[in-house]
């Protein structure tokens, strides 16, 4: 009950932090930056990360729906043999919190594990945006190596800097 009590007040507070977040967002953009030019691409970037967060909460959210439609039947009941070789085909699931959507799909376009329905997605995706598919591959990589590249620095003290022992005060 714990997991249903959260995802209502998550629910509800984001709905309300939506609403304030955007109206001030694109007043700020508007009052903010002066050039139409800048305050386009700050209000396009601020749209598109919005649809990037979007994405992966459905990605979560519809996790069971869309393993059952957009995953090949006989490929969700059991591994199967390819041809008989010892080739296994592993179809990538749906519901991993750092994924989107596109990526997922794009994953298993390349594994040639999507259903009918599956690949109607993928064709729709690349039409409405020119390699799309390929485009999430690509920015899912590139986020997977600037997470790494945060971890493996997060440990390096930068030149420069002074750090202070708050605790030795206590």
């Known amino acids: 009950m714990k997991g249903l009590f959260l995802f209502i007040i998550s629910v509800l507070a984001t709905t309300i932090v ?3 977040s955007t109206g001030f967002s694109l007043i700020y953009y508007v009052f903010h930056f002066w050039k139409l030019k800048t305050i386009y691409k700050k209000i396009d970037k601020y749209f598109y990360d919005m649809a990037h967060s979007v994405d992966q909460f459905a990605n979560v959210n519809l996790q069971n729906l869309l393993n059952h439609i957009m995953i090949k ?6 591994t199967q043999l390819l041809k008989g070789r010892n080739i296994y ?3 990538h699931k749906f519901g991993d919190v750092d994924d989107t959507l596109s990526y997922i799909i794009a994953e298993n376009a390349l594994r040639c594990t999507l259903s009918k329905f599956g690949n ?3 064709k729709f995706l690349n039409f409405v945006d020119r390699n799309h598919l ?3 591959i690509s920015n899912k990589i590139n986020q ?3 997470a790494r590249e945060r ?3 997060k440990w390096k003290a930068p030149r420069y800097k002074v750090y202070v022992d708050y ?3 206590i």
């Open 18 to 20: 939506f609403s304030i």
């Open 73 to 78: 039947k006989e490929l969700r009941k059991s």
């Open 89 to 91: 085909i592993a179809y």
């Open 120 to 122: 109607f997605w993928a």
């Open 134 to 136: 390929r485009k999430a």
């Open 144 to 146: 997977d190596r600037l």
């Open 151 to 153: 971890l493996e620095n």
């Open 167 to 169: 605790f030795s005060r």
